[in-house]
DNA sequence: GCAGTAATTCACCATCTGATGAATTAAAGC
DNA sequence: GCTTTAATTCATCAGATGGTGAATTACTGC
């Protein structure tokens, strides 16, 4: 009956790192940064609190490692910037969808739900999101500086909005509807947003200048 | 140099507990529920901790008086459900933002900020939301409820997105434009979720049956 | 003006938090 | 096979957290 050796380190492959990061998404995205303690991260990873200061130094740096993007989004989105003006609102749609539902959906939870509790990162990520994703999408996009400053973030506050209801708030029939039939039914309105008419705007994708 | 007495009941009308009520309704929307401590609203409201359990009981219900609206969602919805169909649109759109730029702001910042992190709450507080304030505005549109219950889902997804982009976010320009401008951008959007033609779904408003 | 009550602060408590350093065990290098 | 290095737990820290009970001061009813 002798207590089977705990302390020092195991045999085989070291797998702590990977359980730590697993059970972090999960518990960020779950309960947001703040209310997300060390210890029921390393509780749920079934290892002792100090592995996470071991594998990444604190609390914050363990937040930042989890919600890297396993994605880059330039990959996900450059594509889009290339399309003809009317085909975006769904290819847009369509990559955010592909992007959500694939293995970087856990850190993209925790970031959203940390996004909109106000971190100090916040500021960062919000500028990453609407300038540098958002310009992508719309490169190449006739209009002023500011009408599509204006286009972009219409479009930024739907698919937010979608983020919000399908992923964060789970709601139904959202939450569990496909691509195509979410593509069917919101593509038309991005795609308003990005070409279509909008007041204090002359006209629908004018060719040359704004008036 | 004796100290001035410091324990004790204040001389005049007493106001702690309108002090705590703010500072606690600014922190609760600016950092969160967990993110917040009493100690920091005892602090910024220039009181003793002790103060917010000897008028709240607790974080938790002082919480639970911080979205306590000053205003009845029925009340600010309720004319919606009686107008005519193609008009509701932008009324919805209007007694939400009206709502928002009220005194009841704070509190609904901080309720916000925590329907989309995770309390306990948040559960009641999503099916007050879906059920509830949207099925106010949806109160005799023709269609099946399952029709019905997807317009809802969309509209509301366009709705907490301009809450989340103007509210949390700040994003301009959506931040700082009036209702006016919102309005015309915008309600043409709500107007198509709740009566335009949606895949799956025979025509736009229908005037009678599904199919 | 005296008694009761309400408002306020103080001094604590148990608990949890993020964090550190040493001790222990296994793997890797040679 | 011995040494070095990496992985793991333990014991512990100082500080913050939510919460409680008593002491102190002012207002209120009579």
Redesign the pocket.
Known sequence: MRTP????????R????ELILGSARKLFAEHGYAAT????IARDAG?????V??WFG???ELFNACVELPADPAQVLGHVGELPAELRGEALLRALLTLWDSPAQPALLALLRNVTGSKAQAALIRQVLFKRMLALAMAGLPGSAAELERRGVLVASQMIGLMVARYLLRAEPLASAGHDELAALIAPVLQHYLTGPLPGTGSAVPGTGHG
Chains 1, 2 share one sequence.
């Open positions: 050796p705990q302390r020092g380190r195991r045999q085989g070291t797998t702590s790192r303690s060390l210890r029921e290892v002792d609190p100090a592995m200061h071991h604190g609390k914050e």
